[in-house]
């Protein structure tokens, strides 16, 4: 492990956290679902009857809902969701109205829909944040105080399970990507072993005026910027699908002053090189320590990771009528589903 100071010099000013991993959890499942089509109002409806499917029994214990605009140009609406307990998530979706609902969505509409389901042990789970705020899978677990932050190698050392894998791929680069036919197909994409799976969140609707004044002036575009750079260039950074949404109050129907990242990387070993090197990570990484080490006032920005490791088969990820560029859809083998 390298020193926790070495890399970061203000890091020992965030009160950092962590997951706190409740005994008793086994398996959690988190699920990735999507509509996409040419505009919100095409796929409204697709969106509120998954909405009410995600409210029934067995459903999620948290829910989050997001936007964005693919570079495709389309629309896409995003729910995540997550279960404490991965035998509740398959008893909901297999419920027939879960899977009803899914079997009858139409080949030939406008709409496509995808599914990215994974159920895993809580060892190859790790949550940061630089303050007590809570989001995604850690509102079902819990927080707790953490040194594990501040240097290189943090986010690997917060996964119990690295003390004795190293998660590497058996995929070095990432494969060219294939422009197969997938609209008007139901297709399950095969992602290969330790495939890594992070949601960053950047929250400042709780930030004060000078607090806004530092996202703006050092960090909105920089981390725009970074993003990008993962989302464009796959063979550097190893990242295989990239969304940058908005988060959304589904009850207002809103924007709010939140926004996460949703990625999958070849492996962890791929998106730890990518975060050590590229200038805008290394600029966004700096001014955010370094507005720790100097506020004037109490930083209530809420920076944040959650991240998962995947081994074969823990992952299902469905398209329905998908474009072909469409999270994993390019990259790996894809079978017909019913
Ligand atoms: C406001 C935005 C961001 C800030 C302030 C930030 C800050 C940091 C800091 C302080 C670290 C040091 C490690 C730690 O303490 O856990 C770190 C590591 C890392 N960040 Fe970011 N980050 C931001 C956005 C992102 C985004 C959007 C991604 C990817 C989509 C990302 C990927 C990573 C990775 C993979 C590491 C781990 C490197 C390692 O452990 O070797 N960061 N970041």
């Not at 499917?53 to 999620?60: E, K």
């Not at 944040?304 to 998908?322: H, P, Q, S, T």
Request: charged residues 25%; aromatic residues 10%.
């Amino acid at each position: 492990m390298t020193h926790p100071t070495a890399a970061c010099p203000h890091a020992a000013d965030v009160p950092w956290r962590a997951a706190r991993l409740p005994p008793g959890v086994e398996r959690v499942s988190h699920a990735i679902l999507g509509v996409q089509a040419a505009d919100a109002e095409a796929s409204a409806d697709c969106a509120t009857e998954l909405r009410a499917l995600l409210t029934q029994v067995d459903g999620p214990g948290h829910l989050e809902c997001m936007r964005f605009v693919d570079p495709e140009g389309l629309h896409c609406q995003v729910f995540l969701a997550y279960w404490l307990d991965a035998a509740a998530y398959q008893r909901w979706r297999a419920s027939p109205a879960v899977d009803g609902w899914w079997r009858a969505l139409p080949r030939d509409s406008a709409v496509g829909v995808w599914c990215e389901a994974m159920s895993l042990p809580l060892t190859r789970f790790q949550y940061g944040a630089g303050n007590d705020r809570i989001a995604g899978m850690v509102t079902l677990t819990g927080v707790e105080p953490s040194t594990k932050f501040g240097y290189w190698g943090g986010y690997r050392d917060r996964i119990p399970a690295s003390v004795e894998d190293k998660f590497l791929s058996p995929v070095q680069q990432v494969p060219a990507p294939n422009e197969r036919d997938t609209r008007g197909r139901r297709l399950r994409v095969e992602a290969p072993d330790n495939l890594c799976y992070l949601r960053e969140g950047q929250s400042w609707d709780e930030a004060g005026a000078e607090e806004r004044e530092v996202w703006q002036r050092e960090m909105d575009a920089t981390v725009t910027d970074w993003v990008a750079t993962l989302r464009d260039e796959p063979e550097r950074t190893g990242c295989l699908s990239v969304r940058f949404c908005r988060e959304w109050d589904a009850g207002r129907d809103s924007a709010l002053e939140r926004q996460s990242q949703i990625v999958f990387a070849l492996s962890l070993h791929h998106i730890e090189r990518a975060a050590r090197t590229i200038p805008t990570h290394l600029a966004v990484k700096d001014s955010f320590l370094r507005m720790h080490a100097n506020a004037t006032f109490e930083p209530r920005m809420h920076v944040w990771v959650e991240m998962f490791i995947l081994k074969r088969g823990e992952l299902v990820a469905d398209y329905v009528n998908c474009h072909p560029r469409t999270g994993l859809l390019p990259y790996f083998e894809a079978v017909e589903v019913a």
